[in-house]
C-alpha cells in the first residue's frame, strides 16, 4: 500500500502502508528497547469505544477499559482525516506539554494492527513541526502479541492551570 498524499480518508481499519514519509516506523523489538532506554512520548489514538448499535436505550452499557502500551496517552480523535478542531487544539497541547516544547523529543505514535488512525496521527504530529516522529504499525495487539503487558488508561485531558 503506497502513502496517501494527505491524511487518509478511506477505511480506518485496511491494509496501511510499510512507510511514513518525515517519520520513521518501528517495530515491537525496537519500541521495547526504546522504552527501556529512553523516555518517549508515546500516544495510543485508537477511537473510544462506541455503544453497540440496536442495543436497548436503557440497556446498562459498560465498555471495557482501555488498554495501551504502559506509560502511553491515550488521545481518542487524534487520527481521524478530519480532525475536529477542539482535538486539533488537545493533540496540539498534548505534544507541547509532554514534550515541554521540544520539537525533537521522541513521539511514538500507534493504535491497532492495520488502523490509519495511527497513521494519521503520526503524519499530523510531523506537519505540526516534530522531527522525531516514529509509527509503530504493529498497534496494542502487536505489543500483547509478543507477550508484551499493557494497562488500562482513561482518555488524557489537559492539567487544569
Known amino acids: 500500500m503506497p502513502e496517501p498524499a494527505g491524511f487518509w480518508t478511506g477505511p480506518i481499519n485496511s491494509a496501511v502502508p510499510a512507510t511514513i514519509e518525515g517519520g520513521k516506523v518501528i517495530h515491537t523489538k525496537e519500541l521495547a528497547q526504546l522504552l527501556k532506554q529512553k523516555k518517549p512520548l508515546v500516544i495510543d489514538v485508537s477511537n473510544e469505544p462506541k455503544r453497540p448499535a440496536g442495543m436497548a436505550p436503557d440497556a446498562p452499557w459498560l465498555p ?7 506509560g502511553s496517552v491515550w488521545l481518542p480523535g487524534a487520527g481521524i482525516a478530519d480532525i475536529a478542531p477542539q482535538t486539533d487544539e488537545l493533540f496540539r497541547k498534548l505534544l507541547s506539554q509532554e514534550t515541554h516544547g521540544d520539537f525533537n523529543h521522541l513521539v511514538v505514535i500507534y493504535c491497532h494492527e492495520r488502523c490509519w488512525l495511527s ?40 492539567p487544569e492551570r
Open 64 to 70: 471495557l477499559p482501555q488498554q495501551v502500551i504502559p
Open 119 to 158: 497513521w494519521n496521527a503520526a503524519k499530523r504530529a510531523i506537519s505540526y513541526g516534530y522531527r522525531r516522529v516514529h509509527w509503530f504499525p504493529e498497534g496494542v495487539e502487536g505489543w500483547r502479541t509478543a507477550g508484551n503487558a499493557t494497562a488500562p488508561a482513561k482518555p488524557w485531558s489537559a
